[in-house]
């Protein structure tokens, strides 16, 4: 059992569940082909947790196509982002920078779409790029030659695109439409002449995990394990005492698990998540609100009679999320076994990239939370599964961060990383490659406070073996954890006796990345 592997363990609670027999290691010379051009499929879901993907953790839900990447492929077993929120992170995927640099610090932002990006990069070269599905950075998409996007957070279902800035509806469900439409563009749109890059990126498994009608009775059967944690005290930990992300407390019983009675009776403390969630219902054609009121009618019923409380009305809230979260995601595996097929069927598997990933990692029930942005493991922690012809077979445990994906795909293509990016390529690692001088900490920097979900401000380090984070604003605090012994972020073990001299050596760290990537907030609070 490799370290990572008893780490997950010891954070899911599921030491017999996971296994990585799939996943050998390839000790030979890389067979990539130097001379022959890669094309590359991005996929990246918004809040797929690793926790959900069978290549990492058994105990949710088997994903056999998502596992083929791993399986053929690597999986990453240190994978994090830079800053845990949507937009941003994506914007540090594009750019290969931090956000304070690209300028995309939260979603109140803008992305500034002028600005360089790898995309463009590869535009330059005789690449043809394409975005497809959730874009979710305000400004229209730049350095694209095709781009077929989601409005905002966009819909589940019957969901409005704008293709190339005109707005089109289209009928059906949201993770069907993003593969039909990224299969269409390779069979139809894109000059077969040429390579390419296209970005496939579902709306799913985003809040409020709408499943698709064809899987709404999926996994009735099943009892999800609940998190060891879940009811977290968040003992000496000010910044979690704060957060509105509770699923006890914030979870919204009728727009987030669907109890939007027809007889207008459930109401909740939050109108406007109420509003919204009747309105969801109704954006449905006939023919799907009369699959979801056969689903969700007696459910409805059954809890309009039961009038759970305390535990049993908790407990139940975690179910309902965990079941509708994995219904999401079976769609999402279905689909991605989908463009594998049609890859597979015209021969591209022998010179195209996969890549799966999300925006971030998320909670599943982990702190009796759902959401993100905490520089807590489940969050900071994203899934990166990677098949690269003639490369690798296995795990690759070292260090990475969603910065590294442009560099990594501006290296496969042949094209000099800009001395600008903060990110460095992995792609000598995909190869099986050592990399004697390779990082061995992480900056984060995590901005958007108040809204949405009360988390305060924060940066910090994190290393093979420590997490060290500063909050800032309202709260005001330093923490720290020993990764090894307490993977979960469970005991903060800032300024308690014996820790003296790690505290000091992961500052002088945290420092050193801030003047590297030349954070302002260095010069506002001193470490």
């Known amino acids: 059992m490799n370290k990572f592997t008893s780490t997950l363990l010891l954070m899911t609670g599921a030491a017999s569940a996971v296994s990585v027999i799939s996943c050998k290691t390839n000790t ?5 082909d130097e001379k022959k051009t890669m094309n590359i499929v991005y996929i990246m879901c918004d809040d797929h947790s690793y926790q959900t993907i069978s290549a990492y953790d058994h105990r949710f839900i088997e994903t056999p196509n998502i596992d083929w990447i791993a399986n053929n492929g690597v999986r990453f077993t240190n994978s994090f982002v830079a800053n845990s929120l949507s937009g941003p992170s994506r914007a540090c995927m594009l750019t290969g920078k931090h956000s304070h640099a690209n300028g995309f610090e939260d979603n109140s932002d803008s992305f500034d779409g002028s600005q360089q990006t790898f995309p463009k990069l590869l535009q330059q070269v005789g690449y043809e790029t394409a975005m497809i599905g959730k874009w979710h950075l305000v400004s229209e998409p730049t350095g694209f030659n095709y781009w077929d996007v989601l409005v905002g957070q966009g819909d589940y279902y019957n969901p409005t695109f704008i293709k190339n800035g005109e707005k089109v509806r289209r009928e059906g469900y949201a993770t069907n439409i993003t593969t039909d439409l990224a299969i269409n563009w390779l069979d139809s749109i894109h000059d077969k002449s040429k390579p390419f890059c296209m970005f496939i990126h579902h709306k799913a498994p985003h809040r409020t995990w709408m499943p698709d009608t064809c899987d709404l009775r999926l996994y009735d059967d099943v009892t999800y394990p609940m998190p060891e944690n879940f009811y977290d005290d968040y003992k000496d930990r000010k910044a979690a005492q704060a957060q509105k992300m509770s699923i006890i407390k914030d979870m919204n019983i009728v727009y987030d698990l669907k109890m939007a009675d027809k007889e207008n009776e459930i109401h909740t403390d939050n109108s406007n998540l109420e509003k919204w969630g009747r309105e969801l219902y109704n954006q449905m054609n006939s023919a799907q609100k009369a699959a979801w009121d056969a689903y969700y009618d007696p459910i409805i019923a059954k809890f309009k009679k039961d009038k759970l409380k305390g535990k049993a009305l908790d407990e139940w809230k975690y179910q309902r999320y965990m079941h509708d979260y994995c219904r999401v995601i079976h769609a999402i595996d279905r689909n991605v076994g989908r463009v594998l097929e049609y890859l597979r069927k015209y021969n591209l598997l022998e010179n195209t990239m996969i890549v799966y990933t999300s925006d971030q990692g ?5 702190h009796g939370w759902f959401d993100k942005r905490f520089m807590y493991e489940e969050s900071f922690r994203t899934p990166l599964l990677v098949y690269l012809p003639g490369g690798k077979h296995g795990d690759v445990s070292e260090l990475v961060q969603n910065i590294d994906y442009g560099p990594t795909i501006l290296d ?15 792609l000598p690692l995909l190869k099986g490659e050592k990399v004697p001088q390779w990082r061995h900490s992480l900056y984060y920097h995590y901005y958007e406070y108040p809204d949405e979900h009360a988390v305060n401000k924060h940066f910090g380090v994190r290393t093979e073996k420590y997490s060290l984070m500063r909050f800032y604003g309202d709260v005001n605090s330093w923490e720290l954890y020993d990764l090894e012994d307490d993977p979960m972020n469970m005991h903060n073990l ?3 006796p014996g820790y003296e001299d790690i ?16 954070d302002p907030i260095r010069n506002e609070i001193k470490n």
């Open 28 to 32: 030979k010379k890389s067979v990539v």
């Open 362 to 366: 998320f909670y599943m029930g982990e």
């Open 412 to 426: 496969l293509a042949g094209i000099n990383v800009p001395s600008d990016m903060h990110g460095v390529s992995f």
């Open 494 to 496: 800032y300024g308690k």
């Open 503 to 518: 505290t000091k050596e992961l500052k002088a760290e945290l420092s050193r990345l801030q003047e590297q990537y030349e």
